[in-house]
């Protein structure tokens, strides 16, 4: 099943949004393997965290990610325009699968 | 300069099949394993398929499991995915996405994607 993320998420410029994806022991809670993926209307996904912590370079410091049992969670800190966007949660489960998360649609207010 | 271009979507009726293509270029595909990965419009992302660097490795999502074929052939730089039996479910835009992780890792992450191929499943 689909990894569990709130529908929408809010903030203003300046300000820090944390984004929560929930999981199983299966998927999230087993592995250290989550990623992050902002995703702009009609372009293609872009990678922003891997291994719960991880920054692909060129991302910037202002997005973070972490982990607590079976909850992923990523902030975006210094909020700025061009991070608004659909932000999707991904997690290995196991036996060669992956599961993405439902998706937040992040709005800077 | 990596890159990664679908082909072979398009309009097919329920219950018949289709063979999407990926060509990929910029990076050594011997060493990275692939995905597919859908959206249908409007919605959000679903993981569909991966193949390990050596096509030793296969998962697939349980929504497609034995009715969908992933593949590749690395002399050609290419990903394939076989899809029969084809359901208006099956309706999406097909990404295929390349594992940043080298061989000796699991995974971490999708780093690159292409820009998809339309499938519509429709009588």
């Known amino acids: 099943s689909a990894l569990t993320q709130p529908p929408s998420a809010s903030g ?12 199983t ?8 393997y989550v990623s992050w993926y902002q995703h702009h209307p009609g372009k293609v996904p872009k990678l922003m965290i891997y291994e719960v912590t991880e920054r692909p370079s060129g991302v910037p410091d ?15 800190s210094g909020l700025q325009a061009e991070d608004e966007g659909d932000y999707y949660c991904s997690s290995y489960a196991g036996s060669n699968i992956f599961v993405f998360g439902t998706g937040t649609k992040v ?3 | 300069e990596v890159q990664l271009v679908e082909s072979g979507g398009g309009l097919v009726q329920p219950g018949r099949s289709l063979r999407l293509s990926c060509t990929a270029s910029g990076f ?9 990965v859908r959206q249908v ?9 991966f193949i390990s660097w050596n096509s030793a490795t296969i998962g697939y999502a349980d929504s497609v499991r034995g009715r969908f074929t992933i593949s590749r052939d690395n002399a050609k730089n290419s990903l394939y995915l076989q899809m029969n039996s084809l359901r208006v479910e099956d309706t999406a835009l097909y990404y295929c996405a390349k ?3 080298g061989p000796t890792r699991v995974t971490t992450g999708f ?13």
């Open chain 1, 12 to 23: 203003s410029p300046g300000q820090s949004v944390t984004i929560s994806c929930t999981g």
């Open chain 1, 25 to 32: 022991s299966s998927d999230v809670g087993g592995y250290n």
């Open chain 1, 62 to 76: 202002r997005f973070f990610g972490s982990k607590s049992g079976n909850t992923a969670s990523l902030t975006v």
């Open chain 1, 107 to 109: 709005t800077v207010l």
């Open chain 2, 28 to 36: 050594n595909f011997n060493d990275h394993a692939m995905h597919w």
């Open chain 2, 41 to 49: 419009p409007g919605k959000g992302l679903e993981w569909v398929s």
């Open chain 2, 99 to 101: 594992e940043q992780a």
């Open chain 2, 111 to 123: 780093d690159y994607w292409g820009q998809g191929t339309l499938v519509t499943v429709s009588s």
